[in-house]
């Protein structure tokens, strides 16, 4: 090489080797800046790395994806019913998103079990238990004697505040948690609503009462219903009725019709078998009957204390469909069904 040539390359490498160590200077001020750039939003509770949700104790812990919870004795101003694809609110940065990517060595690892009062240390949720009954409203329960079998379980299920004064012998009087759907829930905040009790109303307030520490389930969408929610819990408060009002942290709508393989909406007999499969070690169902006539062609009600109530239809549901379902689940053992007498007719005459 020429001296000539020598001289015209130094240059040139100085040249280069002061970009590259630019560029290195302003990537490295690039990236610190970058870590803490907002991109967009992460959850205050992250329930993808949980399997489980978990009440007091670690015995106690439900699938996560069914898992009901309740606040008891709050303030209904503090009283948030947001379920899991509400808790989005604060900024994700950039390290953020490279931890939740799997590119950072430091990625937290994953929780199996995680606590409701993580979420809210103002939330409750429900023991396990080994005997659950789940009480649907068919009229195939009267004159069933039942009423003892069902109050046997350690927790029972019923929905949409359907009545038990008058009707224990037959469906039992223990109610542990009960489904309302939305045109239950509806009624209830209307009847709030008015200034004073009107007399229709009166025993619609005497049910709730009677239903002492029972927790009252909206199964769906809750953040639908917020306000609606947080009104019924407060009346709750001021009308002595010792009550909560519960919620799923997740919509299970979906769920169900995966897991039950029916299409059409699932009853709310179905919300609540997910739930108690989810909960219980041993469910039986109890008042699941869709037909008109029994098997020995006596008539049966829609709904035990609603005689009047004739050939009932709807679009919405196929009760044939996940009748036959529930004796699949029966013949394979995976639930107790009762469509027949408690007590045999013979013994309830001697008596």
């Known amino acids: 090489m020429s001296i000539h040539s020598a001289f015209c390359v130094f240059p040139i490498m100085r040249k280069s080797a002061y970009l590259v160590s630019l560029a290195l200077v302003m990537f490295v001020g690039l990236a610190f800046r970058l870590r803490g750039l907002k991109i967009g939003y992460s959850p205050t509770f992250d329930f ?19 898992t009901v919870v309740f606040y008891q004795r709050v303030h209904p101003s503090k009283m948030n019913f947001k379920q899991m694809n509400q808790y989005y609110v604060r900024n994700l940065t950039l390290s953020d998103m490279l931890r939740v990517g799997g590119w950072s060595s430091k990625q937290k690892p994953s929780i199996r079990k995680c606590y409701v009062t993580d979420i809210d240390p103002s939330l409750s949720t429900f023991k396990r238990h080994r005997r ?3 009480v649907g409203n068919s009229g195939i329960l009267l004159k069933s004697r039942c009423g003892n079998a069902i109050d046997s379980h350690d927790f029972v299920i019923r929905a949409n505040l359907a009545p038990t004064n008058g009707y224990s012998d037959d469906v039992g ?31 619609l307030l005497h049910q709730l009462r009677d239903l002492k520490d029972t927790i009252l389930w909206y199964p769906k969408d809750a953040t639908k219903y917020n306000e609606e929610l947080r009104y019924i819990g407060d009346n709750f408060q001021r009308q002595r009725i010792s009550s909560s009002v519960g919620f799923s942290l ?41 037909y008109e006539t029994d098997d020995y062609g006596e008539r049966v009600l829609r709904h035990y204390y609603e005689p009047d109530l004739k050939h009932f239809t709807t679009w919405a549901h196929n009760f044939d469909a996940e009748y036959k379902m529930l004796q699949s689940r029966r013949d394979k053992g995976l639930l107790e069904m009762f469509t027949s007498p408690c007590v045999p007719k013979d013994n309830i005459e001697k008596n």
């Not at 939305?182 to 109303?201: G, Q």
């Open 173 to 203: 009087h223990k109610t542990d948690l009960m489904l309302i759907n939305d045109e239950t829930l509806r009624h209830i905040h209307s009847s709030f609503s008015v200034r004073e009790w009107e007399e229709h109303k009166i025993p």
């Open 132 to 134: 659950c009954a789940i």
């Open 250 to 290: 997740k919509d299970i709508y979906s769920d169900i019709k995966w897991k039950y393989n029916l299409w059409r909406y699932p009853s709310s007999g179905l919300y609540m078998l997910a739930l108690a499969e989810s909960l219980c070690d041993k469910v039986s169902l109890f008042g699941f009957y869709p």
């Open 48 to 66: 993808s790395s949980c399997d489980q949700l978990c009440g007091s104790s670690q015995e106690d812990c439900h699938d996560r994806d069914m």
